[in-house]
């Protein structure tokens, strides 16, 4: 039997005492998971055996201290396993399969995304950089817990950062000063934030944070009887008021002390609110009360109060903050928030955790939480290594600047920005039809730098013409940058036709028409006809580049939707009188059959087509599925403007409604001799690239087809579809240029237009 040393049973002891602690932090979950917790520390404590830390102790004391750090946030057993096991798959031979089928795929996927973020290393290549970046964004965004544990296990890291190699210290702390420290940030842990910064800074700069800490030294017992003073002044005010409270005072912490001291050129003495209180209560009412009764014990600093309990933080942080001039001249902030806000201040996302079982991350969270993160990693698609770590770092890592709109909603961007950056935050569609921008009321040049609470209304035009590409020399944000470059890559036609069928339709709505009752095959061409345009989509374009507005358009032709409805009306009463005379014809000819008629004429229009029974009728092709040679086509007859011709195919000339207007369907077929040419649109889908365009038109060219129009969309996946109308002499032709346009490269497939 091995003998035990000194060393030894001391330190049992103590890890004994300490998941001890741990074991009181669960006590109030189910006895169930308590068991997992502690057969989670077992596997953990046998897997890492023999393995030691830098400072000698044995390496679970680290997996240990991670542990209680995820517990006092709050959060769930899986999480406080995946703690106590996130370096096992790493540091150990255990394996993610193990791991599962002990403790669920759950823990074994949070362990999993917790070992691949150390992955993620500052010195690295920009190329491995932008990989690990994107990982970590890509685990947060499909489990917070992943980040969470991570924050504990860097914040532990650094709290033992002594025992490293200078080298390492400072390797290890501007990492978590760029990464750690603005995710959670962002995340609202706003404790944990401040204790990474003054770590990280102790080994990035260690003069510079001694001379601060010796300065705050020297000034302690002053600052320590200002704040019980002023404490108790506050308490009795608040007492005498019958307001129940809580108040806490600190000194600011080291970093946040150290920012201003660099960005502001002054010395410590001349820190502004260098002594903080905080003022907790139980309601949001009383938050304003108190507000009142500070700013009459003391002299308010002008333009030093902000609301954040009306206008939150992106983060979720509430909170009222005033800064106050002291009985002896001191400056002191007042934080004025409930208890509800305290724990969300304090704890961020975490603060919103419920020890549930099968909880989902989903609801801890809604979806606006990670918005961030998902629109982080939409504007860094397509982007190269460089590009998007130095995009990434300005989106995520960077100071930030709130600012309102008219409406006021916070909008959170990189300090820097301008109020191009804000109109693409808004949406792309207000940064494409930007025109102008005011500030505060004041109309103000594109390059104006935004500032904290400052109130942006953008100025946009149906007939703006779009971006410049100077814009993005002015924007800081790589999502506005991006989605600039997305304009340019699309066809203006296309997005103007998006704009204007929305604000037609939405007028159409408004005047008590039916867009149905519009694009009807038999309503359309008298309606065009009165707009002045040859198609729909011509129409939408015009209003969506201001040509024409939508009100003038359905003004235009609001009296001839009226007659149509009445001629409708008029035409049912007709049809009403002839249906009831049918009837009577029905019951004569079950009683005595006629002879049967004559067989109907085959007559044909000039445009080639044969009609069954009809001699010297007007006849069209339906500009829905427009028909060429050769195709099977059918007759509808439509009422004033002869023969609708549509192909068999055609949606509008299904045996649904074939069979529901029986009387108006006739047989038609294509003549023969010389024909002339006739109309087909054809769609083409394709992988979206430059030049695509270019190299259809340049096929059709070389094909020696005649090209009517010729339009291209891109989609937010990447793929673009191409829409050509051209004319043709027969079914032959079109297959010959179907073929041509299918063997342009990236090109998916073509099809006729149906409908």
Request: hydrophobic share 35%.
């Amino acid at each position: 039997m091995e003998s035990v040393t000194e060393n030894q049973v001391p330190m049992e002891d103590k890890l004994a005492a300490r998941f001890a602690e741990l074991e009181e932090k669960i006590k109030n979950m189910p006895q169930e998971e308590q068991d997992r917790v502690r057969d989670a520390y077992t596997y953990a404590k046998e897997h890492h055996d023999g393995q030691l830390r830098k400072d000698g102790s044995p390496y679970i004391t680290h997996p240990l201290e991670v542990a209680h750090l995820v517990a006092d946030l709050g959060l769930d057993a899986d999480s406080i396993i995946a703690a106590l096991l996130h370096d096992t798959i790493e540091d150990t031979d255990a394996t993610h399969e193990e791991v599962a089928k002990r403790f669920g795929v759950t823990v074994a996927n949070l362990v999993e995304g917790v070992t691949k973020l150390n992955k993620v290393k500052y010195t690295s290549t920009e190329e491995k950089q932008m990989e690990n970046l994107r990982k970590m964004l890509m685990a947060m965004s499909k489990d917070i817990r992943v980040i969470l544990v991570k924050l504990c296990d860097r914040l532990h890291n650094m709290r033992t950062m002594q025992y490293q190699t200078p080298a390492k210290q400072r390797e290890k702390s501007r990492e978590t000063l760029e990464i750690y420290a603005p995710i959670a940030h962002r995340l609202g842990m706003q404790r944990i934030k401040w204790e990474l910064e003054d770590l990280s800074l102790k080994y990035l700069d260690p003069i510079g944070y001694q001379e601060i800490e010796d300065a705050l030294a020297k000034q302690e017992q002053r600052n320590k009887e200002f704040m019980v003073a002023t404490k108790v002044r506050i308490q009795h005010r608040m007492e005498d008021e019958g307001i129940h409270c809580t108040i806490t005072s600190r000194i600011k912490h080291i970093y946040s002390i150290y920012r201003k001291m660099f960005a502001q050129q002054k010395t410590l003495g001349e820190i502004f609110d260098l002594c903080a209180f905080r003022v907790i209560v139980d309601d949001i009412p009383d938050c304003y009360n108190v507000l009142g009764l500070i700013h009459d014990m003391y002299n308010p600093v002008p333009g030093r109060f902000k609301d954040y309990i009306s206008t939150p933080k992106p983060n979720l942080y509430q909170s009222l903050h005033t800064t106050v001039i002291g009985t002896a001249g001191i400056p002191f902030e007042v934080q004025i928030r409930t208890w509800e806000m305290h724990e969300t201040a304090e704890y961020g996302v975490a603060a919103h955790w419920k020890y549930k079982e099968g909880l989902a991350n989903s609801q801890v969270s809604g979806e606006n939480t990670f918005e961030w993160v998902r629109r982080l990693l939409e504007s860094q698609e397509d982007t190269d290594a460089e590009e998007f770590v130095g995009s990434l770092k300005v989106d995520l890592f960077s100071d930030q600047v709130f600012v309102f709109t008219p409406q006021g909603e916070v909008k959170g961007l990189p300090a820097g920005s301008t109020p191009i950056d804000f109109a693409y935050s808004i949406h792309s569609a207000v940064g494409n039809h930007m025109t102008g921008a005011k500030i505060n009321g004041r109309i103000v040049p594109f390059e104006t730098k935004l500032s904290n609470g400052d109130i942006v209304e953008i100025l946009t035009s149906k007939s703006a013409k779009g971006p410049s590409r100077d814009w993005m020399k002015l924007c800081k944000s790589n999502e506005a940058r991006n989605k600039i470059r997305q304009w340019f890559k699309k066809e203006r036609r296309a997005d103007n036709i998006i704009h204007g069928r929305s604000a037609f339709e939405s007028e159409l709505k408004r005047a008590g028409f039916s867009m149905t009752m519009i694009s009807s095959e038999e309503n359309l061409p008298r309606l065009l006809k009165k707009l002045q345009y040859s198609t729909l989509e011509d129409l939408y374009a015009a209003i969506g580049y201001g040509g024409m507005t939508a009100l003038k358009a359905v003004n235009r032709i609001r009296n001839e939707i009226l007659q149509i409805n009445k001629e409708r009306k008029e035409q049912n009463t007709v049809q009403e009188l002839v249906s009831a005379d049918d009837q009577t014809q029905t019951m004569h000819i079950r009683t005595s059959l006629p002879p049967d008629p004559p067989p109907a004429k085959k007559r044909y229009s000039k445009n080639g087509i044969i009609v069954d029974g009809l001699d010297n009728c007007l006849v069209k092709f339906a500009k829905c599925c427009t028909p060429v040679p050769g195709d099977p086509v059918v007759g509808f007859i439509t009422r004033g403007y002869g023969v609708s011709v549509h192909r068999q195919d055609c949606p509008n000339a299904s045996p649904e409604k074939q069979a529901a207007e029986k009387g108006r369907w006739v047989p038609v077929s294509w003549s023969t001799g010389d024909l002339d040419a006739y109309q087909t649109t054809l769609e083409l889908s394709a992988k979206d690239r430059s030049n695509l365009f270019l190299d259809v038109a340049a096929t059709l060219s070389a094909a020696k087809i005649r090209v009517d129009s010729i339009t291209a969309k891109g989609t937010p996946d990447g793929f673009a579809i191409v829409t050509v109308l051209i004319s043709v002499r027969n079914r032959e032709e079109l297959d010959m240029v179907t073929k041509k346009l299918s063997s342009i490269r990236d090109v998916l497939g073509v099809r006729r237009a149906k409908g």
